[in-house]
Nanobody, 115 residues
């Protein structure tokens, strides 16, 4: 059973940067899509960014041009580089892997952007 662990969250000022990591305990192949989601207080969980086959990426319109998703297949880790952070980026960020039709979620890491 693959497990996902997020890290890298924290408190950052507006305009700052953070890099989140999502490390998988088991092997995740490049064909398995991996994604970042976030959930702000009082809101539903929403898609942020995703990557499949190592280089095919997709972003939510709200983060396009500011966030970059990537994967290191050898380290079994996915990253989310977040730049030009805004207060509305404050949320718990979750990573997800889709393996054989089943979604596996991490427990999340909190990102707080202060103004």
């Amino acid at each position: 059973q693959v497990q996902l662990v997020e890290s890298g969250g924290g408190l950052v000022q507006v305009g700052g940067s953070l890099r989140l990591s999502c490390e998988a305990s088991g092997v995740i192949y490049s064909a398995h899509a991996m994604s970042w989601y976030r959930q702000a207080p009082g809101k539903e969980r929403e898609f942020v960014a995703g990557v499949i086959y190592g280089s095919n990426t997709k972003y939510a319109e709200s983060v396009q041009g500011r966030f970059t998703v990537s994967r290191d297949q050898l380290k079994n880790t996915m990253y989310l580089q977040m730049n030009s952070l805004k207060p509305e980026d404050t949320a718990v960020y979750y990573c997800k892997a889709r393996i054989r039709g089943v979604d596996v979620w991490g427990k999340g890491t909190l990102v707080t952007v202060s103004s």
